[in-house]
């Protein structure tokens, strides 16, 4: 028996998605064997972004000190507690719209959208990072599912979101082209990462005609 609930309250940003196979929540206790893709399609999941709070600090620390999320983004690496708090409270929070991604109320990564101004205002970047023990579930293709069914109504004057990936990180690409996005091709010498410039991967999803905003 399967159940599958999508909801979404777009005044909080607050989101939760919910699927459910009666066979083994017992598995759910597990908390994801490694590597076992098999697990994600027979489990209880439970996603839910919403905005970090200085409280998280410990979770934040989790995946953001983790060597695998770092070596592979743009995300410098946390050394201290304190240097997490201020990072939450000057940059996370502020944040126009960053979200933690949470499994059972607890962040795991986090997702944001970078809204453009003025003459870009038709556009924001999307970018994310999950802790490395919850890789290859599909928690993020869904989190990017659950942005995109939503955010042009949050950014009425958004008609395109982007998101541009380092050419060499293909779990990423594959997150956007799951999620639906399509690619455009290779900025080549793009951005400086850690000191490398690198080629990068656009790609984008537009503004379905029917929503209403
Ligand atoms: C990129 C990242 C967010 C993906 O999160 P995730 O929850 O594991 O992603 P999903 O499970 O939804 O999808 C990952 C897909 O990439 C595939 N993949 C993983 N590594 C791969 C590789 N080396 N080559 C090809 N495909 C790969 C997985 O098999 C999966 O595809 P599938 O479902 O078709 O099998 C995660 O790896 C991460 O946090 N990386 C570090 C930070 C980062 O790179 N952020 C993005 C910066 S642009």
């Given at each position: 028996?399967?159940?599958?609930?999508?909801?979404?309250?777009?005044?909080?940003?607050?989101?939760?998605?919910?699927?459910?196979?009666?066979?083994?929540?017992?598995?759910?206790?597990?908390?994801?064997?490694?590597?076992?893709?098999?697990?994600?399609?027979?489990s209880?999941?439970?996603?839910k972004?919403?905005?970090?709070?200085?409280?998280?600090?410990?979770?934040f620390?989790?995946?953001?000190?983790?060597?695998?999320?770092?070596?592979?983004?743009?995300?410098?690496?946390?050394?201290?507690?304190?240097?997490a708090?201020?990072?939450?409270?000057?940059?996370?929070?502020?944040?126009?719209?960053?979200?933690?991604?949470?499994l059972?109320?607890?962040?795991?990564?986090?997702?944001?959208?970078?809204?453009?101004?003025?003459?870009?205002?038709?556009?924001?970047?999307?970018?994310?990072?999950?802790?490395?023990?919850?890789?290859?579930?599909?928690?993020?293709?869904?989190?990017?599912?659950?942005?995109?069914?939503?955010?042009?109504?949050?950014?009425?004057d958004?008609?395109?979101?982007?998101?541009?990936v380092?050419?060499?990180?293909?779990?990423?690409?594959?997150?956007?082209?799951?999620?639906?996005?399509?690619?455009?091709?290779?900025?080549?010498?793009?951005?400086?990462?850690?000191?490398?410039?690198?080629?990068?991967?656009?790609?984008?999803?537009?503004?379905?005609?029917n929503?209403?905003?």
């Amino acid at each position: 028996m399967r159940f599958r609930r999508l909801g979404s309250d777009l005044g909080t940003t607050f989101f939760t998605l919910l699927c459910f196979e009666v066979t083994s929540c017992e598995r759910w206790g597990l908390r994801y064997p490694e590597k076992n893709k098999a697990f994600r399609i027979q489990s209880l999941m439970e996603i839910k972004l919403r905005p970090y709070e200085l409280s998280d600090v410990d979770d934040f620390m989790e995946w953001a000190c983790d060597d695998e999320v770092i070596r592979t983004s743009r995300l410098r690496h946390y050394t201290s507690r304190e240097d997490a708090l201020v990072y939450l409270q000057e940059v996370a929070i502020p944040h126009p719209w960053y979200r933690a991604m949470c499994l059972e109320e607890s962040p795991i990564g986090f997702i944001c959208i970078k809204p453009g101004s003025a003459s870009e205002r038709c556009r924001g970047l999307v970018s994310y990072a999950l802790g490395s023990k919850y890789w290859g579930k599909g928690i993020t293709t869904m989190a990017v599912k659950m942005v995109m069914s939503t955010v042009f109504q949050e950014f009425p004057d958004m008609e395109r979101l982007e998101g541009f990936v380092n050419v060499d990180n293909k779990a990423s690409q594959r997150v956007l082209e799951k999620a639906g996005f399509q690619k455009e091709g290779v900025l080549r010498k793009y951005v400086i990462v850690k000191g490398r410039t690198i080629d990068v991967t656009m790609y984008s999803y537009l503004k379905p005609d029917n929503i209403i905003t």
